[in-house]
């Protein structure tokens, strides 16, 4: 079998799916499945879709457009909000677009409109992440606007929080966007099918929360295939954490000092590294570097441990364990690890478990 490569486990994939849908399902929120963590893998999304996703989510045009082509049938959401540029392929392509620009929307109305499509929109709102959405104040205004534009459908409104400000989705930002929801629909006379509360960020807001208000929408990439919320990255009890497995191989495994010795300079990262001097150890080189996966975000299986890596080779302090050359050696990964891995042809992609689904559901 090809190495590097990714294990991943189909049968878990759709365990996860089941139990979260059941979860959020029993305070009526429908979950969107987030695919950009697997940059839109056919095979993945299948899954998704025959263990009842309805929505597939993606933050790229590119990776929704590779799922379509697939064949995989879902209503489709892009996530980040549409560059000018790629307004006609969003129109063309998604079902749904996260919006927050009036410009935007007014191109993605004229495309619609040109194509003979119906576009359907969520407007974001701001509550304070400062990543993507509209002020709260200047909802009305837009709100006002976008049901003049045709061509487009104003299904929802949504937020997105934890992303770039790490900011919490807790009771008093969920009550928020309930409020504008509630009143929007009462000043315009409008129905929002979609109110959309977040990420796997949110996991902890739901357990806590005997009322969900008007929030009947998460959109959930890390819960699925990493099984844990997004705010302090713990499990989420009955979800497997360990659906994806790097595999890399031994390319050398010698006695060596544990210093670099001669006069130190710039390493091929532009770092000036330091090492402690523990002596002789033994160490062993994986065929996999900076440019395959991002090494900050691995975690071996084993009892050894990572110093670092150049753009192709990752060297292991091998501690107790011995590694002899030609040996697999596996890692753990996580949301920017596997983000990497899935978006890099040089990892080959190997789904098992696919024929045991059921019988661990
Ligand atoms: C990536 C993304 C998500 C999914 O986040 P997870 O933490 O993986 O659940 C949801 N909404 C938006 C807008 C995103 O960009």
């Known amino acids: ?31 969107i499945g987030v695919t950009k963590v697997i940059a839109g893998n056919p095979i993945i999304a299948d899954i998704l879709v025959k263990n009842g996703i309805e929505i597939l989510a993606d933050s790229r045009i590119s990776n929704i457009i590779k799922m379509r082509k697939a064949g995989i049938r879902a209503q489709y ?5 549409p560059a000018l540029s790629q307004v006609e392929e969003v129109v063309i392509h998604a079902h749904i677009s996260l919006n927050s620009e009036l410009a935007v929307l007014k191109k993605l109305s004229e495309y619609a409109l040109r194509n003979h499509m119906i576009h359907k929109v969520v407007l974001m709102v701001e509550l304070g992440d400062l990543r993507e959405g509209i002020m709260p104040s200047e ?16 299904i929802g409104i949504g937020t997105n929080l934890a992303c770039f400000g790490g900011i919490s989705p807790d009771a008093d930002k969920m009550n928020e966007l309930s ?41 959930l990439g890390e819960s699925i295939f990493l099984g844990r919320e997004a705010l302090c990255r713990r499990p989420i009890p009955g979800l497997f954490t360990d659906i994806f497995t790097l595999l890399a191989e031994v390319i050398e495994a010698k006695r060596k000092p544990s210093q670099p010795y001669g006069e130190v300079y710039q390493n091929a990262n532009g770092d000036i590294p330091r090492f402690k001097n ?6 062993a080189v994986l065929a996999i570097g900076t440019q395959d996966v991002m090494v900050s975000g691995i975690t ?3 009892k050894i441990t990572v110093l ?7 060297l292991i302090d091998n501690g107790k364990t011995s590694l002899k050359v030609g040996d697999t050696v596996a890692f753990d990964l996580n949301y920017s690890a596997l983000l990497r891995v899935f978006n890099t042809p040089c990892i080959a992609k190997n789904t098992i478990n696919q024929y045991e689904c059921e019988s661990i559901l």
Request: aromatic fraction near 4%.
């Open 300 to 302: 071996p299986k084993q």
């Open 278 to 283: 523990k002596g002789l150890m033994n160490r």
């Open 139 to 154: 909802m009305n205004a837009i709100v006002k606007e976008v049901l003049n534009l045709d061509g487009l459908a104003l």
């Open 77 to 81: 959401l892009l996530l980040r909000t």
């Open 308 to 314: 670092g890596a150049s753009s192709d080779h990752l």
């Open 1 to 31: 079998m090809n190495l590097p490569r990714i294990d991943i486990d189909l049968g878990k994939i759709a365990h996860n799916t089941r139990r979260l849908k059941k979860l959020y399902g029993s305070q009526d929120i429908n979950i």
């Open 179 to 219: 409020s504008i929801a509630i009143r929007l629909e009462e000043k315009f006379k409008i129905t929002l099918a979609m109110v959309s509360g977040g990420n796997s960020a949110n996991y902890n807001w739901f357990t806590s929360s005997k009322n969900t208000g008007r929030i009947n929408s998460l959109r």
